[in-house]
């Protein structure tokens, strides 16, 4: 029996392709956005807001002015449908979605990161859906990339735990990391509903609808850092169309390190010192939770400075034990020629 589709919530279904492969939105992909919770009609909603919905349930592509928009009487509802429309419009504005991940940062749009992050989760739903739907590990690597985690490390082992599934589990407690949830590594957690994934648990996971209440497992050489890397590999693919091989590192020994890419933040800050030169303290370095040599597999697609030699990622948390990866980072800070 196969695995369910990856993100049903996305809508992945409901898109088109191009020639190339590439997600197109449609018109019935549109109308699903209409069912948003933050746009949901309800009781109080007024006369305006109603004919609005009804506008766009029937052209989801319907120019929509400021002066509609301020007909709108409640102040939350019409900031919420201002939001909505000027993401509809950047997507309508561009001819993929991938196209319109990607200019959510090359041109700064102001739209919350909420909208990239529901790109980002269609795009990883088309990856898995392609290559790895069958596998646990991508695809409960595929939440790093759209959702917050909270880390802890408990004796080497590095465990990454969804941060509102740990919220949910421990709501009359704070937690700066998985702290206690978890005993020991490769021991059950002390909340038997974040269970860690192992490769035994395999076909519960992937029967289960709610994958973020799983434990993913980082350490060095173990099954949810190769997933990581995997999926890193179809993420550059997929939005630039170019092939790399990325590996996981136990550290970086390179004399001619000349290019580094930070998965989120804080590695994006400590890389940067450590290439500088600049003294890391003990504690900030133990933020590392992994590190990854990334190798074009086509030199000619690399400026030229930079054809031969690897380039160096790093993902790590915050002081208070939060990982929020930003993917978009690998996307566009690479030193590709034709934006060298």
């Known amino acids: 029996m196969s695995a369910p589709a990856p993100f049903p919530e996305a809508g992945l279904e409901l898109l088109g392709r191009d020639d190339r492969g590439r997600l197109v939105v449609t018109d019935d992909w549109l109308r699903r956005q209409l069912g948003r919770p933050e746009l949901a009609l309800v009781a109080e909603s007024c006369p305006q807001e109603h004919a609005l919905h009804r506008a766009l349930a029937a052209d989801p592509r319907l120019p929509v002015t400021p002066v509609t928009l301020l007909r709108i009487r409640d102040p939350d509802a019409r900031e919420n449908w201002e939001l909505f429309i000027r993401f509809r419009d950047h997507l309508l504005r561009h001819p993929t979605v991938e196209d319109a991940y990607l200019a959510l940062f090359l041109t700064p749009t102001g739209l919350p990161v909420l909208f990239a992050d529901e790109l980002a989760r269609l795009l990883l739903a088309a990856i898995l859906a392609e290559e790895g739907a069958e596998d646990p590990f991508r695809r409960r ?36 990391t998985l702290g206690t949830l978890v005993q020991a590594a490769g021991a059950a957690p002390l909340a038997p509903e ?20 799983w434990v993913l497992d980082l350490t060095f050489g173990r099954e949810g850092l190769d997933a990581l890397c995997r999926l890193l590999e179809a993420w550059v693919r997929r939005l630039l169309d170019v092939t790399v091989s990325i590996q996981p590192l136990a550290r970086v020994r390179d004399e001619r390190w000349r290019w580094h890419v930070g998965l989120d933040a804080e590695a994006s800050a400590l890389l940067d010192d450590l ?9 900030r370095l ?38 929020r990866m930003k993917p978009q980072n ?11």
């Open 141 to 176: 690597a595929a939440l790093l990339f759209f959702r917050p985690q909270r880390v802890t490390v408990v004796e080497g082992a590095v465990l990454v735990a969804d941060a509102e599934a740990v919220a949910r589990s421990r709501p009359d407690r704070a937690y700066g």
């Open 194 to 213: 974040l269970p860690v994934l192992r490769a035994d648990g395999a076909a519960e996971f992937l029967a289960d609808p709610a994958p973020e209440r």
């Open 275 to 283: 290439y500088e030169g600049r003294e890391v303290d003990e504690a």
């Open 286 to 323: 133990r933020r590392l939770l992994a590190l990854f040599r990334l190798d074009f597999r086509d030199p000619s697609v690399v400026a030229a400075e930079m054809r031969g030699r690897p380039v160096y990622l790093g993902l790590a948390h915050d002081a208070d034990g939060r990982l």
């Open 330 to 340: 690998l996307a566009v800070n690479l030193p590709l020629a034709r934006v060298a």
